[in-house]
């Protein structure tokens, strides 16, 4: 290979470094997960199609990854199409035959084709066609259309069926092969060629996994799970194609309870990690919902809460213009004047809301499910987080029926959210486990790594692979070396040879660019004395050392 | 969704505890690649298909999984394949205009043909042939043939293609396309609709990111790599399409310490383990060479290593028949009787093996590494497991070119090898990068997750998820709870609250499903003074504690 080896575009390799910075994130939030009696669990990267596709609405299903089935799929899948191709051909001539005269019947044919073909397909052994994939009836639709179309038009052709004794058709087959394969095949061949998918999400891979072990599962089941998924986005800064999601969910309790354990959840994590001053934003759906009640835009609450969302942005007047075009009426906008005016502590919002929500009776369970929150909140307090009413706060808006969370980064770090959740009442219903409400939140790791990294909140040993390199001046001294490494491990200091006797200044070199912070020194001295000379790399000052003093100054 | 969801076979879901049970083999082994000097890197979960094709082997080829293309590809690949046939249909028609008789001269023809399509092809915007992906002069050999064959051979079409004044040619296109589709398609249409595949091991990735990243690498690059990796093979009972590799490799040294090493690495991980008795395996590919060197047969090492191999199945006699019938000459397998005769600890063996390979250069290089290995490892002594000489090992012969390595189950555990690995010389060249010697081991987690549980050797703590349930009696008593709670998980205690204020029956239940150690009880009196009831699931007993108290007893 000639060219230098690359990666598929939005994939990342992580070296070294890198990886240790992730999984200190990893780690931080895995502790508090299980702190907070989350358990997890681990799906398989490559789901059945089925399971995946549309979940995602159409833009979805467009950015999941498929993956080919494996074997020579697309021989099989010619050569069973060229078969029912074959077997519609002798069944039209049949069927010419039987009616003997050149008025051809071809309602009559359809009807016996759509009735008959797929009996015969089924028919034939070592054909392969799915019926989970592919539909025959739309298929046999499909060919009989065709043979109409292409067959009985062609007067050349309709001269060869007539009077080619052979019914083998060969050309016949082929035309109609061709005809399908460019004009329908894609939707065949695409079901056809690919029954599985890479995971988009975690949330869907999560409810197929509570509705098939519903049996083994002790609700409510409290899961966290951290694996990558993929998208076939287009790449951009700051977006791939594979990237982690690290999720907790609690299914199987309506309970307000797990609200306030998560809002506690996402202060124990980002103390944690020292990230402090982040904002909780939190909203509710009824809220939302209520407040277009009040205004008579019940069935423009998606258009109302895109508009409301952009208040931050372009500010009242122009929320107003906007909602304005889309129809909501100047009398129901009068009547948000106290939204936009809503300032104070969660408290005194509450009470602003609670005098626009009084005739909304889904706008006052909002209010009371928010208020019950933010009173555990204060009586729990938080260690470095804040907690915010902010209710332009519309995410997922499309699923959650009940809290809305979303996380910001402390004030003067430019990054969107890093974190989001809400509850959605019927997790499970898309397949078909019906009423088992759940609530969840996520961790944007990608963004509170580029976080952490701008406001240098990463422990500074994290970029230490090892503590100490020992010099190798020869094989005695390596072996010595290796008896005191072997020593240093059972310690649980992470130790190394180096590999070669090479030149002193090529090793030195070796453990400056690894930034080890020591170096081991044994040569014919420190063995005569069973001592190790130990050079602290960062001051230069050196020690002779005990095998137990140096275990003892390495700890 | 009517039925019941499942996922692919070949791939499993793992619950809590199965996840825990992993994590405690993944972090026991990270561990110890720590102590000893690796570094992680991760690399995407697809890389692109050139980088995998090729590598494995025909079956390792086939059992790659391909990512289909995002996109209509498939609508995509026929247009431009209907585009190219027409193309080459108004060549051909100029060709016959030109030479204006019925004597037609095809070789000129085809020759003009092959030299003016692919720049035709090139030509066409919005065409999408990939040329890293479609040899275009391949491609242009095929249709021309193909013209020739059913175009130029068929009376009818051939009528047509002279009189035809269109131009257009629908019927010539479409049954070139089918044939084309049909007999050559496959290979052009599998390479066209995917470009990128899912990881099938760890050791190209490596091989391609060490090639990649070369200019920021320090010498001798020691990593270490934990992720899934997925194979088309046929799921049978502990085989699986999607499972973990774990490596630790070493590039850029040829030290002879980095073997030694390997054997301590793979004697601490399974120590850590508490797996005790293991034998790490050893042979060298150089004592294997020697030896098919001394009975002349050079030319047959792989069938004289194949023979080797089955002794301990089938015996001595057998795999005498077996080399003889492999055309290993009588004289040669007689030479071969100190190696059927080979007893003793790894010194003796070494000894006979000197007495046999004296006159094989190589073979003696191989008894050299060998001894050097024994040595280091008879002075360091190895925690719990066992070096043992193996003349027999032959895996990975195809690449490893120094010491092979092989890792069994303790004696009477029945299970195949639990990790292996060895050296390649040559490890990056396959991406152009020469003379990198690379030595690396991996262990093989299903297995040894296997028999961690048949010798029952998982941590009896690995299923406890909390420490301690809060049983629910009301708001208030939730509350005190919560604030209990907030104190033990700063001190590193899982403990949780029971979301709803449940009959006690249903929350003590609970607890015990899920093997909760401790529960804690809060009722009007323990408000009132302060205090929290702490019960002993085991046993019953109950204390009432301060929460200060409560945290120490939990601690």
Redesign the interface.
């Known amino acids: 290979?000639?060219q230098?080896?690359?990666?598929?575009k939005g994939?990342?390799?992580?070296?070294?470094i890198e990886?240790?910075k992730r999984?200190y994130i990893f780690d931080t939030i895995k502790a508090?997960f299980?702190?907070?009696?989350f358990?997890?669990?681990?799906?398989?990267?490559?789901?059945?199609s089925?399971?995946l596709m549309g979940k995602y609405g159409d833009e979805g299903d467009?950015?999941i990854?498929?993956?080919?089935n494996?074997?020579?799929f697309?021989?099989d899948f010619?050569e069973n199409l060229?078969k029912s191709i074959q077997t519609a051909l002798v069944n039209l001539r049949k069927s010419i035959d039987e009616v003997d005269n050149d008025e051809f019947d071809f309602d009559g044919f359809r009807s016996n084709f759509l009735k008959e073909f797929p009996i015969a397909l089924r028919s034939i052994t070592n054909i392969k066609f799915d019926e989970r994939l592919i539909n025959l009836n739309t298929l046999s639709e499909d060919i009989v259309f065709r043979i109409y179309n292409i067959v009985l038009k062609s007067n050349?052709l309709r001269e060869k069926l007539y009077y080619d004794e052979n019914l083998k058709f060969p050309?016949l087959t082929?035309?109609i092969?061709?005809?399908f394969?460019?004009q329908l095949?894609?939707k065949y061949?695409?079901n056809y060629?690919?029954?599985?998918a890479?995971r988009y999400d975690l949330t869907v891979p999560f409810a197929?996994?509570v509705?098939?072990?519903q049996n083994?599962i002790?609700f409510?089941f409290?899961?966290y799970q951290m694996q990558?998924v993929?998208r076939?986005d287009r790449p951009q800064k700051g977006r791939f194609r594979?990237f982690y999601q690290c999720d907790a969910d609690?299914v199987g309790?309506q309970?307000l309870?797990?609200e306030?354990?998560f809002v506690?959840l996402y202060d124990?994590v980002f103390s944690a990690l020292k990230l402090e001053g982040v904002t909780i934003k939190i909203n509710n759906r009824k809220i939302l919902s209520g407040i277009a009640e009040v205004i008579g835009a019940q069935d423009k609450l998606i258009d109302f809460t895109v508009a409301l969302d952009k208040l931050d942005k372009i500010g009242e007047e122009k929320v107003k213009e906007e909602m304005l075009s889309k129809g909501i009426s100047k009398e129901g906008i009068e009547k948000l004047q106290p939204l936009f005016e809503l300032q104070g502590d969660f408290s005194e919002q509450i009470e602003a809301l609670k005098a626009i929500l009084s005739v909304s009776e889904e706008g006052k369970k909002g209010i009371e499910e928010l208020e019950f929150i933010n009173t555990?909140i204060s009586?729990?307090k938080l260690q470095t987080a804040n907690l915010q009413l902010d209710v332009t706060l519309a995410r997922g808006l499309n699923y959650y029926t009940g809290a809305i969370f979303e996380v910001s980064a402390p004030e003067g770090v430019k990054m969107g959210s890093i974190g989001g959740g809400g509850r959605y009442d019927d997790l499970t219903g898309?397949?078909?486990l019906k009423d088992v409400s759940g609530v969840g939140i996520s961790f944007g790791l990608d963004r509170i790594y580029l976080v952490l990294e701008e406001l240098n909140l990463f422990p500074e040993t994290i970029s230490e692979?090892?503590k100490v390199?020992c010099i190798?001046f020869g094989e005695a001294e390596?072996?010595t070396c290796?008896?005191a490494i072997?020593a240093l491990?059972a310690h649980?200091?992470?130790?190394?040879?180096y590999?070669?006797a090479a030149k002193m200044k090529k090793q030195m070199n070796?453990a400056n660019?690894?930034a080890v912070p020591y170096v081991v020194l044994v040569g014919e001295s420190e063995m005569s004395s069973n001592t190790f000379t130990l050079k602290n790399m960062t001051n230069g000052e050196q020690q002779q050392l005990s095998l137990e003093d140096l275990i003892t100054t390495l700890q």
């Open positions: 290979m000639a230098k080896p690359s990666i598929p994939t990342r390799d992580f070296n070294p990886v240790a999984n508090q299980q702190h907070f009696g358990q997890p669990i681990e799906t398989p990267s490559f789901e059945n089925e399971t467009r950015l990854f498929k993956i080919l494996s074997g020579d697309l021989r010619n060229i050349v050309e082929n035309i092969f061709a005809d394969y460019f095949g894609n061949v695409g060629i690919t029954e599985k890479l197929r996994y509705v098939q072990h083994e002790d409510p409290k899961r990558p993929w076939a594979e609690v309790s309970s309870w797990q306030v354990e506690q124990a555990a009586e729990l898309i397949f078909g692979s090892i390199l190798n390596a072996l290796l008896k072997k491990r649980g200091i992470n130790a190394e040879l590999p070669d070796y660019k690894r």
